[in-house]
């Protein structure tokens, strides 16, 4: 829908027809605040909705709800419908998104098993708890599989309902994207929040009561009874279409494209968001990172681009925010094993400061942690675990990696401060000190 | 101190003697903090003193307190204090701070008028309060004289504690290095809390009553009565010991220093802080911007250049925060005034977004106003005034401002989203994508 409403912007009706097929019944929508909904702070499914279809036909821009695409006709320019209608076109952006993970485990398909990726699984998580009620009236059990954003904003929201609260997960710690030891702070926020984190274990099955609903799951460390069972396993890309057709995927299984997000052999087709591969800025190599950031982005490039404005993608960090509880966390660029998959002969430091000037009352832990090349002083990468206030610095950091600045140059660096706001030296700018201080840039 | 710090870092008590004179009683504390001391969020003196006298003793730096510095004798190398006592120095930093703004009106230096520019001046305002009442039992009345940081800050504070408060300025608006259209909305707040603004009045004098205390302020506007007079009329440099000595001062009257902080014709004179000259990294030009921030910084470089280690001060952007009430204000580069004076062809846009997913129940305004380069698209400045969450955005604009980035650029980068931290697009790349989308860059 960005690359729709992009193409608009600059063509008009009579210049473009622009039509979209959507397999559900929404287009424009906040999968990020399903938790939220879930969870009872955002009130109802209309809000999580940005634009409806009927919005977008005032722009005429011929939405089709509930049509599915089930085939591309690269040579003759024409998708199929399932219901069998044909749609040429002259450009072709592919928007298909994101397929949650869901390992080849007996069972994840049962009733009680639960996504987290369109306004239709948040409605029927909702329908649950509403429903349900534990066995003799415990509270109900909720099992969150999968310690990612989603995974744990989702069983913050489950407890916000009431329930009892499990997550389990494969790896040793969530947040796979942060470094071991600021994850280990969210999981330890996670436990002194009351919910039951059980990391090493793969999941096996779900286990199935009588009537053939979801009661409980085992892993290859034990078995843990629930009533509601949720995947928060990530994200990849959802490529079948693209691939039945005949274009390219990346390394990463997404599909590849060039910074114009064209089609390398197709340059008539366009993918953008999930669906498509994309580059690291820092790195330089390919990555998937399925943010709708990202996907806004991309899809406004290929909007530009089918319209005739020359534009590129300039590459991701993988900037992103979440919290648990009253824990925020923040992450951008490089973690070290990223830096070291990459090559980089890397540093990494972490200090430990306060959100606020120290004397102020509502001043909380923050710790902040600084991946840097060695030698140059090159700033990697960053990740934030703290208090109020915390989280949205890692901005900072993201601009400052994204405009190539040293350590040493962003300690220099002009960051505000008030003491509601801050101690005298930003935790961002004590960070890059240090760095700098202690060897190099 | 932070020279004296910072040259005790690199270098061994051995190898160098450090010495402080200092005229009051406290060498380390957050003048900032004072308003919070007032208004009673931070409970006690001693919780503004980062460092004492005692913990720079330990550190091998002697200390003078008590000890009011009248004389520098540059041929000699000497400096000599007021009871008569000579100090010798090889190197001599000046970090004398900043004096505040005082208007030659009559009554100013009456009891009843009060500074806030050393913790002895909290601490006098906070024994006022703590001792009056208001005439017949009424509420006392604080009259707050200037409309910049301190002024408002302290303006909360009054109110906090009960008192009625007036702001009397002698501008249009407070804020003076926040353009009008976002000024505005910062005077409004300020009445929506029920405290009175009274602009264009420039202070005649201070009402005294039959015992000499002050008991209102006549402006050419009108006349105001008031238990309590807060002086808020900004700081200029304190260099008349440098001026006595014959240190050139620079066009904004404070000591005129290189990039290392040096003194031109006295290499071996260093200045640092809110006594010293120094210039903005967009214009190029001169600057005095009094702000904690910039001297912690100069004082590091002054103590790293003396001790041996080259270090040069990057430049300002006079980034800054406050916040009145529940709305937050943060600004850091050009305004367009500024920007005007600087030569600049440049443009403004201002926008209007929410500091959280405009679905959750804590979103609130916030509006991002941009300067930008006309042609370039280069970042000049940015001004940022809403809810909770607004103000520490400008550390995105400063960064970004402080790389060279233009307005697409920044548009591009990756900034953070998660529902409870931002829209999709956060305020800072709406505001950066307009000015993009809307013509140049």
Redesign the interface.
């Known amino acids: 829908m960005s690359a729709a409403a992009q193409a608009r912007r600059l063509r008009d009706p009579a210049d473009l027809d622009i039509t979209v097929l959507e397999q559900g019944r929404d287009v424009s929508y ?1 999968a ?2 399903i938790p ?1 909904w879930v969870g009872g ?2 009130a109802g499914r209309d ?2 909705i940005a634009r409806t279809p009927a919005e977008f036909a005032a722009q005429d821009i011929t939405v089709h709800t509930g049509t599915r695409a089930v085939g591309i006709d690269l040579a003759g320019g024409v998708v199929v419908a399932e219901d069998g209608r044909r749609f040429g076109y002259d450009s072709l952006v592919i928007g298909t998104g994101g397929r949650p993970t869901r390992p080849p485990s007996p069972g994840l398909d049962a009733p009680g098993v639960f996504g987290v990726h369109r306004l239709d699984d948040g409605a029927a998580i909702r329908a649950a708890i509403d429903a349900g009620t534990g066995p003799a009236g415990r509270p109900m059990r909720g099992l969150v599989l999968g310690g990612g ?1 989603i995974g744990l904003e989702m069983a913050e929201a489950l407890q916000a309902r009431g329930l009892e609260v499990t997550v389990v997960l494969a790896d040793p710690l969530p947040m796979q994207l942060l470094d071991a030891d600021m994850a280990a702070r969210v999981c330890g926020a996670l436990r002194e929040m009351g919910i039951a984190v059980h990391t090493d274990q793969a999941v096996r099955e779900v286990l199935l009561d009588v009537d053939g609903r979801a009661c409980g799951v085992r892993t290859d460390g034990g078995s843990y009874d629930a009533d509601l069972v949720v995947l928060g396993l990530g994200m990849g890309p959802e490529v079948a279409l693209a691939a039945d057709a005949g274009l390219a995927l990346g390394s990463t299984g997404a599909i590849d494209v060039d910074r114009s997000q064209r089609c390398r052999d197709h340059p008539e087709v366009f993918a953008a968001g999930d669906c498509a591969q994309t580059f690291h ?1 820092v790195s330089g190599g390919v990555a998937h990172v399925p ?4 996907a ?2 991309q899809g406004r490039v290929a909007g530009s681009v089918l319209a005739g404005r020359p534009a590129r ?11 648990v509880g009253g824990l ?1 966390i ?1 992450r ?1 660029g490089l973690c070290t094993t990223q830096a070291e998959q990459a090559g980089f002969a890397y540093r990494a430091d972490t200090i430990e400061a306060t959100t606020r ?1 120290g ?3 509502d001043a909380e832990d923050v710790a902040v942690k600084v991946i840097t090349e060695q030698g140059s002083g090159q700033l990697l990468g960053a990740q934030i675990v703290g208090g109020q ?1 915390a ?6 950091l ?3 990696i ?4 040293t350590a040493e ?2 300690a ?11 101690p ?3 935790p ?1 700018t004590v960070a890059a000190r240090v760095v700098s201080r202690t060897g190099q840039g």
Chains 1, 2 share one sequence.
């Open positions: 906040s990020c605040g939220y702070l955002v809000e999580l954003y800025r943010l709708g950031t990202h806004n982005k993608f300039a590459g991701i960090l993988g900037t992103a925010v979440t919290k925020e923040g951008t000037a004397y102020h009352p206030g989280a949205k610095r890692i901005d900072v993201a601009t400052a994204w405009a190539g600045m140059d962003l220099g660096s002009d960051l505000s401060y008030a003491p509601p706001f801050s005298v030296h930003d961002v």
